[in-house]
């Protein structure tokens, strides 16, 4: 079975841990994902081996101006030609190709799929994508939906069009080479419509549509990395600190994200950890109150701290909310909003309003989130969530192929 992916470590790491599950289950897994040197060595710490496929992931988020379509055509073109020859000549002789990410990958991952004769399952790690009548489409870089159209159904046609506009040439090009038709709906030809949904159904219910969607759960990398010893030191030396990280999100002026963080969790009386992350945040002063960590087991950490301000991502979302701990979202964009708005509506957490806190306003949200009620409803859902959703699709597979 081939696996297919490319983005940052929330379109990665799911896929690594259905890799995990299928091996588990007996299969033979080759993972394609992009050739970030810290991905490589998340998965080979699962024992997973990795095709380079693409560009690095890094460098594009962390250069590329948020909803710029600048360099757009270029991209979806490598993309799209990263499935058509490394893809496909890992997935020769296989039996499924699961692949997951923008539409380029996947719009050209099926038609790999398509020529040579294998069974194509479209996966998504969060459900705004997926074509609804109960929200708006986000909107595609380079083009922005018209505010005055209300009617969803109207707004996700017009997705459609748009989606064909960007990349339908593209890949009718690719096709063409490989002596496949053209396609007339890019965006529904790489969704199909039985799409999986990899999310947790308590984070993310989802409602039926005219999409026949199977929601799996979410797929969870199990991660048995014990925590820096010095990391350890720190926890132990003090009442639960909050952690504040946003991952793989760039946050402007990191410099300052980082003050306005560190001064707000001060002014709760709390001690911090700050994660570098792809902001590239740093601690403001040589207090000891304050630890700086790198890549860490989030899954063990997070069980020890008071509370979590994040960027709001599928993942990391997750994995807070199975750790029960209180959290701070703080929306950048793409699916960040819908989580921080599933997180206000459970009150496990606080939605920040706004993608630019300051003192006061981040502040406020924690002394909600550090509230004692807050952190008996963030425990009592922790409950709920199910660590389960890799194997189920894992079976689903083998079901699949028989």
Request: a negative charge; one cysteine or more.
């Amino acid at each position: 079975m081939v696996l297919s992916t490319y983005g940052a470590r929330g379109s990665v790491e799911p896929m690594a841990g259905l890799a995990v599950a299928l091996r588990e289950l007996g299969a033979e897994v080759r993972v394609c994902a992009p050739p970030d040197e810290e991905f490589a060595e998340r998965l080979a710490e699962a024992g997973l081996s990795v095709v380079p496929t693409g560009r690095p992931v890094r460098p594009l988020v962390t250069t590329v101006a948020p909803g710029s379509a600048v360099g757009l055509a270029q991209r979806a073109a490598e993309l799209m030609a990263a499935q058509f020859e490394t893809v496909a000549a890992v997935a020769e002789g296989g039996d499924v190709l699961v692949a997951t990410g923008p539409l380029p990958v996947t719009a050209g991952a099926r038609s790999v799929a398509e020529k040579l004769g294998i069974r194509y399952v479209h996966a998504c790690h969060q459900p705004v994508v997926l074509p609804s009548p109960y929200r708006r489409p986000p909107a595609r870089r380079g083009r922005p939906l018209p505010r005055e159209v209300t009617d969803n159904r109207v707004l996700w046609d017009l997705d459609a069009r748009v989606a064909n506009e960007m990349f339908g040439e593209l890949l009718d090009a690719q096709r063409a080479a490989a002596g496949l038709a053209p396609v007339d709906d890019v965006r529904d030809y790489a969704f199909t419509d039985h799409p999986w949904l990899a999310t947790d159904p308590v984070l993310d219910p989802w409602r039926p549509t005219d999409l026949d969607v199977v929601q799996t759960g979410a797929w969870i990398l199990p991660d048995e990395r014990p925590l820096p010893a010095d990391l350890v030191e720190f926890l132990d030396a003090g009442a639960p600190p909050v952690y504040v990280g946003f991952g793989s999100t760039t946050m402007g002026a990191a410099t300052d994200i980082a003050r306005v963080a560190i001064e707000a969790v001060r002014a709760r009386g709390r001690r911090a950890v700050v994660a570098r992350g792809w902001a590239g945040l740093s601690l403001v002063d040589d207090r000891d109150d304050c630890f700086v960590v790198g890549e860490v087991n989030h899954q063990a950490l997070f069980r020890r701290v008071a509370a979590v301000v994040h960027h709001g991502s599928s993942g990391t979302t997750t994995t807070v909310t199975r750790a029960g701990a209180p959290q701070v979202v703080v929306p950048q964009g793409a699916d960040q909003p819908y989580w921080a708005g599933r997180v206000s509506d459970l009150g496990i957490g606080v939605a920040h309003d706004g993608a630019s806190p300051s003192v006061e306003s981040l502040s406020a949200a924690l002394e909600t989130a550090l509230a004692p009620g807050t952190l008996a409803r963030a425990e009592a859902v922790a409950g709920t969530v199910r660590s389960d959703g890799a194997t189920v699709a894992a079976k689903l597979l083998f079901d699949a192929v028989g």
